[in-house]
């Protein structure tokens, strides 16, 4: 676990405001230094919250400190309140959009990255099967998917009988990709009727992931 160094103590009511007006009325850059300093072990407090994030604790801490600047910078100091019931605030959102950022590049999808192969051997992105024409695929791909990824997003996206197509049509099973025809047969509906649900699910996916107009 990453051990936070030692921070100075916080300011007394009456430095705070020494401080504070100092830097209002003279912008005074050692004032502004001062404060962080000396409110670093709010910063480092807050951070702890969130240590079981997956985030690395100094870097928690860092992403902190930006909050509490930013709360230093529009602090009202005729608003009646200390400086850390402002910050405190400041901090979090700061700490809390970072982590949220984070999770979502993390789950975002590339749409360069193979996800199987055609019978030839040749890589297959996911742009090529959102990219393409659906008949032209049914006739070049037989995807085997290796990343789980790309089921979160068609879980998370499509109804469930989108799902279930999709994930036949496309090999997202055991079992390889199946046809329309084939699949028309297994849930007991129209070839037309499966072309078009699967049609309208690739364009909820196109949407989803936000491909550019060119793509489509």
Known sequence: MTLIKSFEKPLTPKEEM?????LKNENNKEAKEILVERNMRLVAHISKKYNNSGEDLDDLISIGTIGLIKAIDTFNVDKGIRLATYASKCIENEILMNIRSNKKNKTQISLQDPIGVDKEGNAISLIDILGTDVDYIIDKVELKIKISKLYEKID???????????KLRYGLTPHGYKTQREIAQKLNISRSYVSRIEKKALKKLKKELKLEKSLI
Do not use: G, S
Request: hydrophobic fraction near 30%; charge should be negative.
């Open 18 to 22: 020494y401080y504070l007006t100092l």
């Open 156 to 166: 998370q996206t499509l109804t469930e009988r989108e799902n279930e197509i999709i």
